[in-house]
């Protein structure tokens, strides 16, 4: 079965650092890939997506993330993190069945940022 | 601009209760989605409409719960006999294709709490 993992539950960075968030995902065929934030009290925000070409995937907000397919990762990543990139990020993989596809999601990793 | 609006933002309600909450997507979406999102966990998948049909229901969508798409606008999902574990943010998605060759917007959410 499809599913994602974040190793990270919490990491905490200063303003101005750079942030790596990692990603790995179990599925069997070439996945799609996601990178969701989600500040508090809103919506799920699409960051960026991988579906072909190109493994390294830029996104909104300054955020790029890499697929790696030998080892099975999308980590997401900011050469310098802003203070409002405090917020809970989640990945996500397209799992397709019955003619769609639907997002899994990973158990998310919040983000805070130290000024 | 009208992005995916749910109704209500906050629900409070007695073990035992039957619930209802609205979820109306960006005009012309044929696709919705709905998850439910636990405290410390990401969004798991509930259940998928491709116009008014209800094309797919997870097995975390026991018999107390039901939704619906009428004419394939707005849905509701209805808790029957609501339970504590119930408690959770119910959060409803629409795009207007295909993922990931489109993009799957988010609402804010209906917070369940069952006391």
């Known amino acids: 079965a499809q599913s994602v993992t974040q190793p990270d539950i919490h990491i905490t960075v200063s303003e101005g650092a750079s942030l790596e968030l990692r990603c790995n995902y179990s599925?069997?065929?070439?996945?799609?890939l996601f990178w969701y934030v989600q500040s508090p009290g809103q919506g799920l925000q699409l960051l960026l997506k991988?579906?072909?070409?190109?493994?390294l995937v830029q996104g909104i907000k300054g955020f790029e993330a890499e697929f790696k397919r030998s080892q099975s990762s999308f980590n997401l990543r900011k050469p310098s993190v802003h203070w409002s990139d405090a917020a809970e990020y989640f990945c996500?993989?397209?799992?397709?069945?019955?003619?769609?596809?639907?997002?899994?999601f990973g158990a998310g990793t919040r983000l805070a940022v130290h000024p | 601009d009208t992005g995916v609006s749910q109704n209500p933002r906050h629900k409070i309600t007695k073990r035992g209760q039957n619930v209802t909450f609205r979820c109306d997507p960006i005009?012309?979406?044929?696709?919705l989605y709905w998850y439910r999102q636990t405290l410390g966990q990401g969004p798991e998948f509930l259940t998928y409409?491709?116009?008014?049909?209800?094309?797919?229901k997870s097995r975390l969508l026991s018999d107390r719960f039901s939704a619906e798409r009428p004419k394939g606008s707005f849905s509701t999902l209805e808790i029957q006999r609501t339970e504590q574990g119930d408690s959770a943010m119910y959060l409803c998605?629409?795009?207007?294709?295909?993922?990931?060759?489109?993009?799957?917007?988010f609402g804010q959410g209906t917070r369940l709490t069952v006391v």
């Open positions: 998605a629409s795009s207007p294709g295909q993922i990931p060759n489109t993009e799957a917007f």
């Open positions: 599925y069997g065929a070439t996945p799609y």
């Open positions: 991988y579906f072909s070409g190109d493994t």
């Open positions: 996500a993989v397209g799992s397709f069945s019955g003619g769609y596809n639907k997002l899994i």
């Open positions: 005009s012309e979406h044929n696709r």
């Open positions: 409409f491709q116009n008014e049909a209800q094309l797919e």
